[in-house]
């Protein structure tokens, strides 16, 4: 009741005012000397129209490493990314993602998906170059014959 | 639980059939999402937070492999053809 007294920046005899009650009732209730009656409680939580929800039980937390097999799924990719980029993963290193958290295989995932996409840019690139360079040879190999 | 708690795993649920769907390129049906409610919140987030991870990998290798299907295509238009045998 003092909680939520103070979060709405009442006073104690303005409470008391609100619910019909005296501020020394207030007082007695918020200090656990008196328990409020039925009516009072009900009167109180009308006043914020519903009584808080209850504090969520947190529910167990499932071993740190071991990913399932979702982490089986990404870390394949992850495998068949890194020889795409030329750098194969050693069997070391896929032993030790296996182990991972799945903090550290997103991680390490995000950083391969940026990488791809470097790659990805790089060929894109040298690929419009030598196309452009193909096509004005081929340009002025034409205007030869002409 | 609560019905929010009840319809964030549903979406959760469906999220994690989508991304196997997808990434075993099977029909949606097949991995049967109201199966998958079963498992606790914490585990539905951690798995589609892999696999939503897993799917971003692959569409970027896909990404990767189409540019390089392109550039070869590319290439190969631009290609000198043999020449015509001579009567």
């Known amino acids: 009741m003092r909680e939520y007294r103070k979060r709405e920046g009442l006073t104690q005899g303005q409470l008391g005012e609100l619910l019909g009650v005296k501020q020394t009732d207030i007082s007695r209730i918020e200090n656990g000397r008196i328990m409020a009656t039925p009516e009072l409680e009900e009167a109180f939580w009308s006043l914020w129209k519903a009584p808080p929800e209850p504090e969520p039980i947190p529910e167990p937390e499932p071993p740190a490493s071991g990913t399932g097999e979702a982490g089986d799924v990404l870390l394949e990719l ?15 290193e896929a032993e030790e993602l296996s182990r991972a958290g799945p903090e550290e295989l997103l991680s390490q995932s995000v950083l391969l998906r940026e990488a791809l996409e470097v790659q990805a840019s790089r060929e894109l690139l040298a690929g419009a170059k030598a196309f452009r360079k193909r096509r004005e040879s081929a340009r002025s190999g034409g205007g030869q014959k002409c | 639980m609560s019905a929010r708690e009840r319809t964030g795993k549903q979406l959760l649920a469906l999220e994690i059939a989508q991304a196997r769907a997808y990434l075993e390129g099977t029909m949606l049906r097949e991995q049967r999402p109201e199966k998958l409610a079963e498992k606790s919140t914490l585990e539905l987030e951690r798995e589609a937070e892999l696999l ?14 189409h540019v390089r299907a392109t550039i070869e295509r590319d290439r190969a238009a631009l290609r000198p053809r043999s020449s015509a045998p001579t009567s």
């Not at chain 1, 495998?79 to 194969?88: D, F, I, K, N, Q």
């Not at chain 2, 939503?52 to 492999?65: I, N, P, S, T």
Request: charged letters at 30%; aromatic letters at 0%; hydrophobic letters at 40%.
């Open chain 1, 78 to 92: 992850m495998t068949a990314a890194r020889s795409e980029l030329g750098h194969p993963m050693s069997p070391e």
């Open chain 2, 52 to 65: 939503r991870e897993a799917v971003m990998l692959r569409q970027q290798r896909e990404v990767a492999e």
